[in-house]
């Protein structure tokens, strides 16, 4: 299995970086985000903290199979502001990325071209000024057992550097766990083996 099909780069912060051209201001916000959800309420608030912008253009990419991509001109020339900004995230091999570019216009028509250069480069700056970060591609379990089986389950959770994300102890338990894609096949023969546990993969 490849580093590529296992693990992907994102971001960890937000960064912020401006970039002018003849009177034009571009303010370029990289974020990172899990849904459409959370591009979306950034979005919002961006708005209401520029109400006299003119363009909030934008690009973003999610999961660790980049399938999931948008971008848009809002208003600019078709081509000119959006897929700029996506070629930044692609370049740089990025995912669950979002960046937002807010456009203040200074009286002075760049044209294609310049926004192109303009939309491009303030992406750009503002992906260099964080730091890109690799994750493991996690894949979410359910584990049904014995509590009397609790502390083995518990053992393994933790060689496999699993986290848990729901869990109900009771008499009988039931947990669902992500597991790093890298370990699942190890993973999946160990707990399928345990006695009383019943292991299953749970869909995307």
Request: hydrophobic share 40%; net charge positive; glycine share 8%.
């Amino acid at each position: 299995m490849t580093t590529q099909e296992t693990s992907f780069f994102t971001i960890g912060q937000e960064a912020i970086a401006e970039f002018k051209d003849r009177g034009s201001k571009f303010l370029a916000y990289a974020f990172p985000i899990k849904h459409p959800e959370d591009f979306k309420q950034r979005q919002s608030e961006l708005k209401k903290e520029h109400g006299k912008a003119v363009h909030f253009c934008f690009a973003y990419k999610l999961g660790p199979d980049n399938l999931i991509f948008r971008s848009s001109d809002d208003g600019e020339p078709s081509g000119s502001a959006g897929k700029p900004i996506l070629g930044q995230i692609t370049s740089k091999g990025l995912t669950d990325v979002a960046i937002i570019v807010v456009r203040y216009f200074g009286g002075t028509l760049l044209g294609v071209p310049g926004l192109i250069n303009a939309y491009k480069t303030s992406a750009a700056l503002a992906l260099q000024m964080v730091p890109i970060i690799k994750k493991q591609i996690m894949e979410d379990c359910q584990l049904d057992f014995d509590y009397t089986r609790l502390g083995e389950v518990m053992r393994w959770i933790k060689t496999f550097n699993a986290t848990i994300k729901s869990q109900e102890s009771q008499l009988f338990c039931k947990m669902i766990i992500s597991i790093p894609k890298v370990s699942m096949e190890e993973a999946t023969t160990v707990f399928s083996s345990l006695q009383a546990v019943d292991f299953k993969k749970l869909g995307k």
